[in-house]
């Protein structure tokens, strides 16, 4: 069973960054893709990037050249740098993790998800 954990959510005023964390459980062997994805109350689950086994990376267009998501040399654990953040990014923060490939934006396909971290941007 995949376990994922997610850290460094916060509260940052427009304009600042955030740096999100998700570590796998040490026994854990992605061979799809692992991505963050992210709600806002009252709006479906949205996918805001996603990294494939082999390295590609791929970002909604909401958060293209303002976030960028990589991993350890290990590939057990995730980050996404959030810059310039916006009121709007405002959300719960998911990481997750599926071993179909290719992947794409659509939460149904991952199966491993992590409890959510909350980013909180005001103006």
């Known amino acids: 069973q995949v376990q994922l954990v997610e850290s460094g959510g916060g509260s940052v005023q427009a304009g600042g960054s955030l740096r999100l964390s998700c570590a796998a459980s040490?026994?854990?062997?992605?061979?799809?893709?692992m991505g963050w994805f992210r709600q806002a109350p009252g709006k479906e689950r949205e996918g805001v990037a996603r990294?494939?086994?082999?390295?590609?990376?791929t970002y909604a267009d909401s958060v293209k050249g303002r976030f960028s998501i990589s991993q350890d040399s290990t590939q057990k654990t995730l980050y996404l740098q959030m810059d310039s953040l916006k009121p709007e990014d405002t959300a719960v923060y998911y990481c997750?993790?599926?071993?179909?490939?290719?992947?794409?934006?659509?939460?149904?396909?991952?199966?491993?998800w992590g409890q959510g971290t909350q980013v909180t941007v005001s103006s």
């Open positions: 040490d026994n854990t062997i992605i061979r799809g893709c």
């Open positions: 990294i494939a086994s082999f390295g590609e990376t």
């Open positions: 997750a993790a599926t071993n179909y490939h290719p992947c794409t934006s659509w939460p149904g396909q991952f199966a491993y």
